[in-house]
């Protein structure tokens, strides 16, 4: 850090000697007829290169690409809020105003429960800040791998290449055991929510993405006494995920992906689209695996022995055609990569 700040005084120095040297010999190409050594053509172009180094936006990593790169597109700037905290904290445990009614209108509560109530047994149990290996403290490169469900993924091969990323994120109930060679075996994160849980590898940090205010007293409740065991349909009263390593999708993150980016299509995003856009505000690079249809136009799991299944798609609640749209057009301006698969 202390290396850092030297390099950025040094390069400020050098910028503001620059600039008083330019204005300098500006006003002396001024006042003398000829200057064989230095003509004045010569230092207005260097004045005018100077600005234009002033001008141009840093770069915000080290990576060949950069998600967080602005003025690339105007697509994407008009959607991108780097301010939006992703994980919701003991810091920043509060819905506004249109928020909390939208959220809670995402799978029809109509009575909830005190959520500040909520929120300070949530964070009796689990840590209250932001997981430390989600910071981003300096300048670097973070390669991520977000790793749908796609049946695309059957026979890629892509398992040594999702592995090579720092952060690989899944989702709902994938597993890698029998598929590593094509999903990987490594994950860093994994999105769920009560109804698509899975048991994690103790290594994995669960993220809970909260559709209502019961998913967050079922993680009190999971971690605790298990008496919650069933939402709409059966859930696990207890989990073994150890309470330092369970993080919290913001409620409020869930409705910046809808407005923002899915435009209101939809019920409400997907984990998927979730995941999706999580990823480009804590990664430098982003590559998405197992995303859209097989090679044949059908919509399945990769575990799944139905090939031709594709309920998911059209399910009432997301827009799978839409949110597909974003990630294409993400990958259009070079935000992600999208590998295909088969």
């Known amino acids: 850090m202390v290396t850092l700040r030297r390099r950025t005084l040094k390069v400020l120095t050098l910028l503001v000697l620059f600039a008083f040297l330019t204005s300098f010999l500006l006003s002396y190409s001024h006042t003398v007829a000829t200057t064989a050594w230095l003509p004045r053509q010569l ?4 004045s005018d290169s ?5 001008a141009f936006p840093r770069r915000p990593c080290t990576c060949a690409r950069c998600v967080g790169q602005r003025r690339v597109s105007a697509w994407f700037d008009q959607r991108f809020n780097q301010s939006m905290q992703p994980l919701l904290t003991a810091q920043n445990a509060f819905l506004y105003e249109d928020t909390y009614p939208w959220w809670l ?11 500040n109530a909520t929120f300070r047994e949530l964070f009796e149990v689990v840590p209250g800040g932001v997981d430390p290996l989600l910071e981003k403290k300096a300048v670097g490169c973070r390669r991520c791998a977000v790793v749908g469900n796609s049946g695309n993924l059957r026979a890629s091969w892509y398992g040594p290449h999702i592995d090579s990323h720092d952060f690989v994120l899944r989702m709902n109930k994938a597993p890698t055991a029998g598929f590593e060679a094509d999903v990987g075996s490594k994950t860093t994160h994994h999105f769920v929510y009560p109804e698509s ?3 994690l590898a103790d290594n994995v940090s669960m993220v809970l993405v909260p559709f209502k205010t019961l998913d967050l007293q079922w993680v009190v409740s999971a971690t ?10 059966p859930v696990p009263a207890k989990i073994k995920v150890k309470k330092e390593q369970i993080l919290v999708y913001h409620p409020a993150f869930i409705k910046y992906v ?4 899915l435009q209101g299509h939809g019920r409400y995003p997907s984990t998927g689209i979730l995941s999706v856009i999580f990823s480009l505000h804590v990664c430098d690079e982003v590559d998405l695996y197992g995303f859209g249809a097989d090679s044949r136009g059908n919509w399945h799991h990769y575990w799944e022995n139905n090939p031709s299944a594709g309920a998911f798609r ?9 949110e597909s749209n974003v990630t294409s057009a993400l990958a259009s301006i070079h935000k992600v990569r999208i590998f295909k698969g088969r």
């Open 43 to 46: 230092v207005l172009e260097l």
């Open 50 to 54: 100077f600005r234009r180094l002033v």
């Open 105 to 115: 209108r995402l799978q029809g509560e109509k009575q909830p429960q005190d959520l």
């Open 197 to 199: 849980f899975r048991e």
């Open 224 to 233: 605790t006494t298990g008496t919650i065991s069933h939402t709409y349909i």
């Open 258 to 261: 809808f407005d923002s980016w």
């Open 314 to 322: 059209k399910t009432g609640v997301h827009d799978g055609d839409f």
